[in-house]
């Protein structure tokens, strides 16, 4: 049973760059969330895409977008990088959109803004 | 006010001893409560997921919730230096959409 992927592992990026990031959810698996965890804080919600579209959205800037392919697969895209978009970069993938579900993380990217 | 609450840490306890980790959130329309482990450098995994009032066990883990007094709970029995980690408790609060609110995750040391 293949877990959630991502990549790639780690990035380093300069400011005012863009950068992609990639999530294949867990089989069987159709809904993909992403997040944001700074050091020594829980990860924060950015946005989830269902059904090729975003569902819903954290608060982060329209900097911050994202797309869902037809295999559930999905990407995080990032403009005009700033130093504070440096964090380890999550990906959960989830089964529907029901009121209780869980969530099941890949091994996360992290991006360093120089 | 933050919406999931953890105490930091750190929390040592010796080795088969019963950690006691704990978490308070907002009300807002909360529906489900999730702990995950994270070790050092990497992602968050699933432990426990609770959706009703009381206690679920599964092996050395308990989580309790209490949703009258908006708390939820983490205990782990016979501790092991393995355990060592944080762990992070996350709320799926409805009525922001089924968002996922995490806390800051307690640091818990075993200590052999």
């Known amino acids: 049973d293949a877990g959630v992927t991502q990549s790639p592992t780690h990035l380093i990026k300069t400011r005012g760059q863009q950068v992609t990031l990639r999530c294949s959810p867990k089989?069987?698996?159709?809904?993909v969330s992403w997040y944001q965890q700074a050091l020594g804080q829980g990860p924060q919600f950015i946005f989830q895409?269902?059904?090729?579209?975003?569902?819903q959205r954290g608060n982060f800037p329209d900097r911050f977008s994202g797309h869902q392919f037809p295999n559930y697969s999905s990407e995080l895209n990032v403009n005009a990088l700033l130093l504070g978009d440096s964090a380890l970069y999550l990906c959960a993938s989830s089964l529907g959109q029901g009121a209780s579900y869980e969530q099941y993380f890949g091994p996360g990217t992290r991006l360093t803004v120089t | 006010q933050k919406e999931v609450e953890q105490n930091s840490g750190p929390l040592s306890v010796p080795e088969g001893a019963i950690a006691s980790l704990n978490c308070t959130y907002s009300d807002r329309g909360s529906q489900s409560f999730f702990w995950y482990r994270q070790y050092s450098g990497k992602s968050p995994e699933l432990i426990m997921f609770?959706?009703?009032?009381g206690d679920k066990e599964d092996g050395r883990f308990t989580a309790q919730l209490n949703k009258a007094s908006q708390y939820v709970s983490l205990l782990i029995r016979d501790s092991q230096p393995s355990d060592s980690a944080t762990y992070l408790c996350?709320?799926?609060?409805?009525?922001?959409?089924?968002?996922?609110?995490f806390g800051t995750g307690t640091s818990l040391t075993v200590i052999p």
């Open positions: 996350a709320v799926n609060m409805w009525d922001t959409g089924n968002q996922f609110y």
């Open positions: 609770i959706y009703s009032n």
């Open positions: 089989s069987g698996h159709d809904t």
């Open positions: 895409y269902y059904e090729e579209e975003e569902r």
